[in-house]
């Protein structure tokens, strides 16, 4: 018997998050493990009056191209790989995977190339973002290797997915549009304000969101939402940050990161674990390096850190920062093939200050 969950976060995906229409192209991204929510979300897109493709993903094929590639070839854009973010009104991403490690061993300086060949295809989904002109959602298929990352039986980790995902609720809808409105009050206060200090005993930064806007995240563009973040002015920020948790991307972990900002760029990067993927990625566009956004998370249904940046950068009572490309629709001027999201608890003895006035305070937003 199918879980009724997953229906509900299929319909909830469909019709709240990416508003299918009829006439839409929809481009399924997906994971053969995730098939249940798979079949489900193509059921609700094709009774909405789209049409619809399926682009399925294996975690093998990911690693004999990074195996065997060559330079030419790791710079070829196909056109399928462009479809979704230049042509498509709608993508859909489920995420799901067997070994959330088997990119480790891959040669980063090849997913360096590839990352810096992809920048194109990355502007065209922030500008068609940006204008609505393309909607988008991403999510995580609850199974077995995200279930270990957390530490979780698998059982668990489903009802902490479906949990935070208002999946297990009656009326999801209703439930995230309660959240929209509720965030919406903190994104008005904020209209306007210039100077941000953010303090605690791992962050100590002030930084500049003058003529910038807040973004009301709520699952829209993520399921689950529940976070409002922005774009600072690109050469505002200064200050340092020691990241709490660690930052995973394409299947490396990069562990204890400490940067220092100057004028908006990282001077110094330091890392326990992984220092040198670190600094490749840092470097391999001159956006890289530049502050691209400053995260809340507002989600305290979300409780643990489970190495899901999905869900790890919505915890209630942290922060995130993410170097490499901002956001247009929040003002964001900075270009890069690179956006990594990178997450610092704030729970204790810390404080949000904007234009001198009290906003945050201890893992709550105070106004």
Same mark, same amino acid.
């Given at each position: 018997?199918?879980?009724?969950?997953?229906?509900?976060?299929?319909?909830?995906?469909?019709?709240?998050?990416?508003? *299918?229409?009829?006439?839409?192209?929809?481009?399924?991204?997906?994971?053969?493990?995730?098939?249940?929510?798979?079949?489900?979300?193509?059921?609700?897109?094709?009774?909405?009056?789209?049409?619809?493709?399926?682009?399925?993903?294996?975690?093998?094929?990911?690693?004999? #191209?990074? %195996?065997?590639?060559?330079?030419?070839?790791?710079?070829?854009?196909?056109?399928?790989?462009?479809?979704?973010?230049?042509?498509?009104?709608?993508?859909?991403?489920?995420?799901?995977?067997?070994?959330?490690?088997?990119?480790?061993? *891959?040669?980063?300086?090849?997913?360096?190339? &590839?990352?810096?060949?992809?920048?194109?295809?990355?502007?065209?989904?922030?500008?068609?973002?940006?204008?609505?002109?393309?909607?988008?959602?991403?999510?995580?298929?609850?199974?077995?290797?995200?279930?270990?990352?957390?530490?979780?039986?698998?059982?668990?980790?489903?009802?902490?997915?479906?949990?935070?995902?208002?999946?297990?609720?009656?009326?999801?809808?209703?439930?995230?549009?309660?959240? %929209?409105? /509720?965030?919406?009050?903190?994104?008005?206060?904020?209209?306007?304000?210039?100077?941000?200090?953010?303090?605690?005993?791992?962050?100590?930064?002030?930084?500049?969101?003058?003529?910038?806007?807040?973004?009301?995240?709520?699952?829209?563009?993520?399921?689950?939402?529940? =976070?409002?973040?922005?774009?600072?002015? %690109?050469?505002?920020?200064?200050?340092?940050?020691?990241?709490? #948790?660690?930052?995973? &991307?394409?299947?490396?972990?990069?562990?204890?990161?400490?940067? =220092?900002?100057?004028?908006?760029?990282?001077?110094?990067?330091?890392?326990?674990? /992984?220092?040198?993927?670190?600094?490749?990625?840092?470097?391999?566009?001159?956006?890289?390096?530049?502050?691209?956004?400053?995260?809340?998370?507002?989600? #305290?249904?979300?409780?643990?850190?489970?190495?899901?940046?999905?869900?790890?950068?919505?915890?209630?009572?942290?922060?995130?920062?993410? *170097?490499?490309?901002?956001?247009?629709?929040?003002?964001?001027?900075?270009?890069?093939?690179?956006?990594?999201?990178?997450?610092?608890?704030?729970?204790?003895?810390?404080?949000?200050?904007?234009?001198?006035?009290?906003?945050?305070?201890?893992?709550?937003?105070?106004?």
């Amino acid at each position: 018997m199918s879980d009724p969950r997953v229906t509900k976060l299929a319909k909830t995906l469909v019709e709240y998050s990416v508003k *299918v229409k009829p006439g839409d192209w929809v481009i399924l991204f997906s994971h053969p493990i995730a098939e249940s929510l798979t079949r489900e979300v193509y059921r609700y897109a094709i009774r909405a009056g789209a049409y619809v493709d399926i682009l399925m993903g294996l975690e093998s094929t990911g690693q004999i #191209y990074y %195996e065997e590639a060559n330079e030419d070839q790791l710079k070829w854009i196909s056109p399928f790989a462009r479809a979704p973010f230049e042509e498509a009104d709608v993508f859909i991403d489920i995420e799901a995977t067997e070994n959330t490690r088997s990119m480790t061993g *891959v040669d980063s300086k090849k997913q360096q190339i &590839r990352s810096a060949a992809r920048k194109g295809i990355m502007d065209s989904y922030f500008k068609r973002s940006a204008t609505g002109e393309l909607r988008w959602n991403l999510t995580y298929f609850p199974c077995q290797a995200y279930a270990q990352d957390a530490d979780m039986s698998l059982s668990d980790y489903e009802d902490f997915v479906y949990k935070a995902t208002f999946a297990d609720q009656e009326d999801p809808v209703k439930l995230w549009n309660d959240v %929209e409105a /509720n965030q919406a009050r903190w994104v008005d206060w904020l209209k306007g304000k210039k100077k941000v200090e953010l303090r605690s005993p791992h962050i100590d930064v002030t930084l500049s969101i003058d003529g910038r806007t807040f973004n009301n995240s709520v699952a829209r563009h993520n399921m689950p939402g529940s =976070e409002i973040f922005t774009s600072p002015v %690109e050469d505002s920020l200064n200050g340092w940050v020691d990241f709490s #948790y660690p930052a995973i &991307r394409l299947g490396r972990e990069v562990d204890g990161i400490h940067l =220092e900002f100057k004028n908006g760029r990282v001077e110094k990067a330091t890392a326990r674990k /992984n220092e040198d993927y670190l600094l490749k990625m840092l470097d391999q566009d001159p956006g890289a390096r530049v502050i691209g956004e400053l995260g809340i998370g507002t989600n #305290y249904a979300i409780d643990r850190f489970t190495k899901t940046i999905l869900y790890d950068e919505k915890i209630g009572g942290t922060i995130h920062l993410a *170097v490499g490309a901002g956001f247009p629709e929040c003002g964001g001027k900075n270009e890069s093939a690179l956006h990594w999201d990178m997450i610092c608890d704030v729970h204790k003895a810390s404080e949000i200050r904007v234009d001198g006035e009290l906003f945050y305070k201890d893992g709550r937003i105070q106004v």
